[in-house]
């Protein structure tokens, strides 16, 4: 084997990012102004609007502000100060303020997922993102690490990053198939066109083996999500999504079934709810991974897609720093892989609670959630999303 290009001091030296989503993309906007050369492919025949909403907590608030795209974000969705716990009857169990918790917790806001997606693509120059781009394989083990595209295309950097998500070929290329474990929990999403009589909130109410997630992104618009108990891989048709779901959540408080209703039928995206026990490394050679390809977590912490953004900021940060790319993508997994896999376990833990069918466990948890000082939710709340990437 030849020498690895990757020993040597790379500082304005090609980047290859697999995968186009929010962490691809905040990870090549932050190699591009590190000054790396930098190229995303992504499979994809455009950047479309997929998917639904999400929370974009302080933390990532704080990641893409140090990509300088903060003001732009805040164009999109009301940031939200409160959080709460319900049960299936409209009564509120317990919750957080996060005004009283100080300025490390905001802002905080739900946003279109596309929306993110939309700042993040703008802000990268034309020509570094090229679509219909098929990743097959990646060689780790050449001179330096190459990228098989299924056009028979090949291309070759100092630097390779699988960012493409949860079925990543990046990650099977380096470790091969890893397990994938099912929550025992499905989960529907959708924006409805609905104005909820409050916003800068979001909640989790929980009933038998299922929960809802009401969460208005502004005056006009609501995003919400529906997970419960179902088998793995159970079809349905998608066409009568909003009917099933006005049955199983019919006389819920927190105006639940109106928010259902508001929905366009062909809207409403249902997915399963797994992830993957978490990796104790993510790279090999000069090839890493970062975000879903790297830590796919449940997303009962909201966590998901920031992460994903925190990686790109501090993978920027250590190549910048590092002398060589091993040892940057040496300091990336040190500061990176603690947090993630604490973030992917948490989130894990919570899905079993909200599983439970049985009556006892169900009131137990209740109580928790009503008897739970406010002290403890901070403190517990608190190194999730007062995480500062850096600069």
């Known amino acids: 084997m030849g020498r690895w290009l990757s020993d040597q001091p790379v500082k304005n030296g090609s980047v290859i990012i697999v995968g186009g989503g929010i962490g691809g993309l905040a990870a090549g906007l932050a190699l591009h102004r590190t000054g790396f050369e930098v190229r995303v492919v992504e499979r994809a025949p455009v950047i479309s609007e997929v998917g639904a909403g999400l929370a974009v907590f302080s933390n990532a608030y704080r990641a893409i502000a140090a990509l300088g795209e903060a003001g732009k974000l805040d164009r999109f969705g009301t940031p939200f100060h409160r959080g709460l716990f319900g049960r299936p009857d409209g009564k509120v169990l317990g919750g ?52 098989h595209l299924a056009d028979g295309r090949r291309f070759s950097a100092d630097l390779v990053v699988g960012a493409d998500g949860f079925r990543s070929v990046v990650r099977k290329s380096l470790w091969g198939e890893t397990p994938v474990r099912y929550s025992g929990q499905t989960c529907y999403r959708a924006i409805a066109n609905f104005s909820a009589r409050e916003t800068g909130w979001l909640g989790e109410i929980q009933g038998r083996g299922i929960r809802f997630g009401p969460c208005p992104i502004d005056a006009t618009r609501t995003y919400w999500w529906a997970a419960m108990n179902a088998p793995q891989s159970d079809r349905d048709d998608p066409m009568k999504r909003r009917e099933l779901l006005m049955a199983r959540y019919a006389g819920w408080g927190f105006e639940i079934p109106e928010m259902i209703a508001a929905a366009s039928p062909d809207s409403i995206l249902r997915n399963d709810l797994v992830d993957r026990p978490p990796l104790p490394r993510w790279s090999r050679g000069a090839v890493t991974l970062l975000g879903d390809a790297a830590h796919p977590m449940l997303p009962n ?85 007062e995480y500062d990437a850096g600069e």
């Open 301 to 385: 912490l909201g966590q998901g897609a920031c992460s994903a953004i925190e990686d790109g900021v501090v993978l920027a940060r250590c190549l910048r720093k590092a002398p060589t790319v091993l040892q940057a993508l040496a300091a990336y997994e040190t500061e990176r892989i603690p947090r993630t896999t604490r973030l992917t376990n948490k989130s894990w833990q919570f899905g079993i609670l909200a599983r439970w069918t049985n009556p006892f466990l169900i009131r137990l948890r209740e109580l928790a959630f009503a008897l739970t000082p406010d002290s403890v939710l901070r403190r517990e709340f608190s190194w999730q999303v």
């Open 96 to 147: 957080m303020d996060l005004r009283k918790w100080g300025p490390g917790f905001m802002p905080s806001r739900i946003v279109r997922r596309a929306d993110l997606q939309r700042v993040l693509l703008e802000a990268l120059p034309a020509g570094i993102v090229e679509t219909g781009a098929e990743t097959t394989d990646v060689d780790f083990a050449a001179a330096r690490p190459t990228v």
